[in-house]
């Protein structure tokens, strides 16, 4: 069972920037599609990125501009830059790995394996 671990996470003030990262325990990272999904409090869990194991990526709507996914093919990490923070960006986000097909990316179900989460806290 690969088990994730992400970093990375903690309070910001709007505008400002964050970086999480994600690593898996035994270094399998590259030969997945790695995906950033979110929570906040009382809601369902979203979509924010991905980067597939081509790299190639994809994000939602609402952090296309400000975030970046990347991949460390040597660290064999990926990484979430977070830039230009919103409160609305608050929430519990959660590394997921899996070879979901292009259409089923952004579903959480076609992931099997995910970190623990990492809180991040923008105040306005």
């Known amino acids: 069972q690969v088990q994730l671990v992400e970093s990375g996470g903690g309070l910001a003030q709007a505008g400002d920037s964050l970086r999480l990262s994600c690593a898996a325990s035994?270094?399998?990272?590259?030969?997945?599609?790695v995906a950033w999904f979110r929570q906040a409090s009382g809601k369902e869990r979203e979509f924010v990125a991905t980067i597939r194991a081509t790299s190639t990526t994809h994000y939602a709507d609402s952090v296309k501009g400000r975030f970046t996914i990347s991949r460390d093919r040597v660290k064999d990490t990926v990484s979430l830059q977070m830039d230009t923070l919103k409160p609305e960006d608050t929430a519990i986000y959660y590394c997921?790995?899996?070879?979901?097909?292009?259409?089923?990316?952004?579903?959480?179900?076609?992931?099997?394996?995910w970190g623990q989460g990492t809180q991040v806290t923008v105040s306005s």
């Open positions: 035994d270094s399998s990272l590259r030969s997945y599609g």
């Open positions: 997921a790995a899996g070879r979901p097909i292009l259409s089923a990316i952004r579903n959480p179900h076609m992931y099997g394996h």
